[in-house]
T-cell receptor
Framework: EAGVAQSPRYKIIEKRQSVAFWCNPI?????LYWYQQILGQGPKLLIQ????????DSQLPKDRFSAERLKGVDSTLKIQPAKLEDSAVYLC?????????????FGEGSWLTVV | GENVEQHPSTLSVQEGDSAVIKCTYS??????FPWYKQELGKRPQLIID?????GEKKDQRIAVTLNKTAKHFSLHITETQPEDSAVYFC??????????FGAGTRLTVKP
């Protein structure tokens, strides 16, 4: 079974520039998550989708971050304009929704450095 | 939302000894508690999980215990090996919604 695919793996941008990350979840996984993991910290949930609807985006800095999952499959996370504190690994994850089957599978992450 | 606290932040043990990592959570509605292992530069990977209708679960050298009344859960690793060295994260959620992670424990197993 193919895992969660993310691209690009690494990105270096200057502050105030924009960047976009792409994620393709495991086939059949209706729930998709974007997490931000700053070095030395635990993953922080930015946004959770179920199909193409947003379940939770309470921790997404909406003035600069946006995410979409238009067709309920792959997703894009955008940052515009980037700040130095946005340097982190952006982890996409997916799972099968509903009770009883909870495992969340993570992608390898997109490493962002803002200089 | 849920708040998960994890300790210790670092843990060093001798090979063969046991390691225990503890987490507390704030939302009594949370019913799913996974533990993830993350090696340097790699993705977090699920190693064990427990649901709120179970008090303990074991898988070979790792076990997790849950105390719903006190809202805390723990990871136990017995007979530690150098390859157990990694960062371990606990998490809590209601089903799979709004899963919140602890800050992580860096475990070092000395040969």
């Amino acid at each position: 079974e193919a895992g969660v695919a993310q691209s690009p793996r690494y990105k270096i941008i200057e502050k105030r520039q924009s960047v976009a990350f792409w994620c393709n979840p495991i086939s059949g996984h209706a729930t998709l998550y974007w997490y931000q993991q700053i070095l030395g910290q635990g993953p922080k949930l930015l946004i959770q989708f179920q199909n193409n609807g947003v379940v939770d985006d309470s921790q997404l800095p909406k003035d600069r971050f946006s995410a979409e999952r238009l067709k309920g499959v792959d997703s894009t996370l955008k940052i515009q304009p980037a700040k130095l504190e946005d340097s982190a690994v952006y982890l996409c994850a997916s799972s099968v929704p509903g009770t009883g089957r909870h495992t969340i599978y993570f992608g390898e992450g997109s490493w962002l450095t803002v200089v | 939302g849920e708040n998960v606290e994890q300790h210790p932040s670092t843990l060093s043990v001798q090979e063969g000894d046991s390691a225990v990592i503890k987490c507390t959570y704030s939302d009594s509605a949370s019913n799913y508690f996974p533990w993830y292992k993350q090696e340097l530069g790699k993705r977090p990977q699920l190693i064990i999980d427990i649901r709120s209708n179970v008090g303990e679960k074991k898988d070979q050298r790792i076990a997790v215990t849950l105390n719903k009344t006190a809202k805390h859960f723990s990871l136990h690793i017995t007979e530690t090996q150098p390859e157990d060295s990694a960062v371990y994260f606990c998490a809590a959620s209601k089903d799979n919604n709004d899963m919140r992670f602890g800050a992580g424990t860096r475990l070092t197993v000395k040969p």
